[in-house]
């Protein structure tokens, strides 16, 4: 059973920095695409970043200059670091495994003064 497990998320001042982690087990890590989704309140699931097998990556324009996903194959984990936060970030963050079609449970970060 595919299982991926969410952390990092919490509570943080504008400007400030938080690196989310996704644990992945059950499967074979290194063979799927992993994305980062966000849904904030009252909005909309949207994909923020993904990167491949390959490691090859894509950032939303939104939050390109300030948000960077890496993974570690060994470690079977996928990371969001995120910097320079804002308001507007705050939302539940999800790991996501497009191939399997599995969803994390999410980690809410909170950007506020």
């Known amino acids: 059973q595919v299982q991926l497990v969410e952390y990092g998320g919490g509570l943080v001042q504008p400007g400030g920095s938080l690196r989310l982690s996704c644990l992945v087990s059950g499967t074979d890590f290194n063979a799927y695409t992993m994305r980062w989704y966000r849904q904030a309140p009252g909005k909309q699931r949207e994909l923020v970043a993904g990167?491949?097998?390959?490691?090859?990556?894509d950032v939303a324009d939104s939050v390109k200059d300030r948000f960077h996903i890496s993974r570690d194959p060994v470690k079977k984990a996928v990371y969001l670091q995120m910097n320079r936060l804002k308001t507007e970030d705050t939302a539940v963050y999800y790991c996501?495994?497009?191939?399997?079609?599995?969803w994390g449970q999410g980690t809410q970060v909170t950007v506020s003064s």
């Open positions: 990167i491949s097998s390959s490691g090859s990556t």
């Open positions: 996501y495994v497009p191939s399997l079609l599995v």
